[in-house]
């Protein structure tokens, strides 16, 4: 009985897992998505332009750095980019804004400092108009946490998980060693 509800849990967790990968970026400023990766890269076009997405992490403390990377797609065209990152009431920090013209890249970095481990909350708007066509790849650096990694509370603290891989091995896991778990999609 006990290990089928450790199953039910499990796939309950990964049907959770992925339905928020699925859900992506969130454009609630109260519900932002917890970023599991320094870097958050795309392309603008008329669909996602004008949209703000939010996003949170900690950092600190240390020095951050920001960089910005947007570059539109052929001759004739334009892409922009802007983003702010906020402290938790709201302050904003630092911000930033890059474009490009025909095809040609721009980088734009900024770095800040933090006195301590710090909740922080990323804004980000791809593209500031409808015609925009083009990359952009934002990247962190420093000391900064994007884990997003959470051990659920119904996922038992004691067993072996086992994972039998498309090769046919077999990994084995003493859950009593998890500090964490993670799915990464």
């Known amino acids: 009985m006990l290990q089928l509800v450790s199953k039910a849990c499990a796939v309950f967790v990964l049907l959770i897992t992925l339905s928020l990968a699925s859900v992506g970026q969130s454009t609630d400023r109260d ?3 917890k970023l599991t990766s320094p870097e958050i890269a795309g392309f603008v076009d008329a669909q996602n332009a004008k949209i703000q997405y939010y996003y949170s992490f900690t950092a600190g403390p240390g020095e951050v750095v920001i960089t910005l990377d947007v570059k539109a797609v052929g001759k004739g ?17 630092v911000g930033d804004y890059g474009s490009s ?50 051990l659920p509370s119904c996922f038992p603290k004691q067993g072996v998980l086992r994972v039998k891989m498309k090769d046919g091995s077999i990994k084995e896991i003493d859950l009593k060693q998890a500090v964490e778990i993670t799915i990464q999609p």
Request: aromatic letters at 12%.
């Open 31 to 33: 519900n932002p998505t």
């Open 77 to 93: 065209n334009s892409v922009s980019f802007e983003y702010e990152i906020f402290d938790q009431d709201a302050k904003k920090i």
């Open 101 to 150: 013209y025909d095809g040609k890249e721009d980088r734009r970095v900024q770095r800040f400092v933090l006195s301590r481990k710090t909740s922080l909350f990323l804004r980000i708007r791809p593209g500031l108009s409808q015609y925009d066509s083009g990359t952009f790849r934002l990247r962190l650096s420093g000391p900064v946490d994007v884990s997003g990694a959470f």
